[in-house]
């Protein structure tokens, strides 16, 4: 913005009223550099600019206690031309600096909390006599020291004897003779818990059949199969995820054998992990084939003619199998017609077959 002239100026005393209009020019600012910014093109006049450069030696030459009173002051209450051309460049100058210090200062903040607190392992120990069996995994994710609390003997040892029942029938494997061996003890407690602690208890208490869908199976890989005969036929399928063959034995031969004392000190070791067993309870006898080493691609659960479920079971030797495909492919294709019963068993479950 241009200061604009009076119109009683003269063109031969510019001159003058300029170096006498600068003489009261205290302070100069960055946008008064022909490099700045803010600077749209316009610049100081030679006349000034010797001015401002005088006026800035002499100040130097004095020292601070010979100056006066009213060289301290922080601007004068006149403005200059010079001052009402900057002062808007300054006040948003300021803004920014004042929004960057800010800024800093929250980033400071955050990065404060985010330290928190850390406590010794001995605290982490003692917190970990007071967990409920459904809070372990919540307590495991706290911090590393939980996290080492949950992964020790001694935690599932305290679990085991808080809750165990002698009243309450137990496999041989998990009773307390057994249980005192580090190889696969957290697999032992979390097996007996469902047989004596009520809350895991009504999770696998059933009141009605086919309340287990076994849709979920689609898709895994069959390692064994077999059936027996009660008083109804029950046919058991037994699966585990996320299993390929093919890579077993190369798996095998890269992996080195790990050492016999870190096997028996295993507390997380479990056989069974990732496996699931499907229980299907038939009426009349049906001719299975052989599907062990091959994929369960496909399940379907409908009503028969006669108003009875029939389950339809199809393997493939394939994992990406799709629905599309004709039946003239290498598919097994197993239908029980009439179910009475389907339920699918994880490995923590009582009726789970282990042996």
């Known amino acids: 913005m241009r200061a604009r002239m009076p119109k009683n100026y003269k063109k031969g005393g510019g001159r003058t009223k300029l170096l006498n209009c600068s003489a009261n020019l205290v302070d100069v600012t960055i946008n008064d550099f022909a490099d700045s910014r803010n600077n749209k093109g316009s610049r100081l006049k030679k006349s000034v600019s010797t001015a401002i450069t005088k006026e800035a030696v002499h100040n130097s030459d004095v020292a ?95 679990l085991y004897k808080r809750y165990y029942n002698p009243a309450i029938g137990v496999p041989e494997k998990l009773t307390p003779e057994c249980i005192e061996r580090p190889h696969s003890l957290k697999a032992c407690v979390v097996r007996t818990l469902f047989f004596v602690y009520p809350p895991f208890m009504e999770r696998i208490r059933t009141s009605a059949p086919f309340e287990n869908e076994p849709h979920g199976l689609v898709p895994s890989y069959c390692i064994l199969a077999w059936h027996r005969n009660r008083n109804l036929w029950d046919f058991h399928f037994k699966f585990q995820k996320g299993c390929n063959v093919s890579k077993i034995g190369l798996l095998s031969q890269k992996s080195k054998q790990p050492d016999l004392l870190d096997m028996l000190e295993d507390v997380e070791a479990n056989d069974e992990h990732g496996c699931r067993v499907l229980q299907v309870t038939c009426l009349n006898f049906v001719s299975a084939p052989a599907v062990m080493g091959m994929y369960l691609t496909a399940v379907n659960l409908n009503v028969g003619y006669k108003m009875h479920h029939r389950l339809r079971l199809t393997f493939s030797n394939n994992v990406y199998y799709h629905q599309t495909r004709t039946q003239n492919e290498s598919n097994v294709i197993i239908t029980f017609d009439p179910v009475s019963n389907i339920r699918v068993l994880d490995w923590w479950h009582p009726q789970y077959p282990h042996k």
Do not use: M
Not at 99 to 107: A, P
Not at 134 to 145: K, L, M, P, Q
């Open 64 to 158: 601070w206690y010979d100056k006066e009173l009213e060289d301290f002051e922080d601007e004068p209450q006149s403005l200059s031309v010079v001052n009402i051309y900057d002062a808007k460049n300054e006040s948003s100058a300021v803004t920014r600096t004042r929004r960057k210090k800010k800024n800093k200062k929250l980033v400071a903040s955050s990065d404060v909390e985010d330290k928190g607190n850390e406590y010794p392992l001995d605290v982490w120990f003692l917190l970990s006599k007071y967990v409920r069996p459904e809070d372990v995994g919540r307590f495991a994710c706290i911090c590393r020291g939980a996290h080492c609390a949950v992964k020790s003997p001694k935690f599932w040892l305290r």
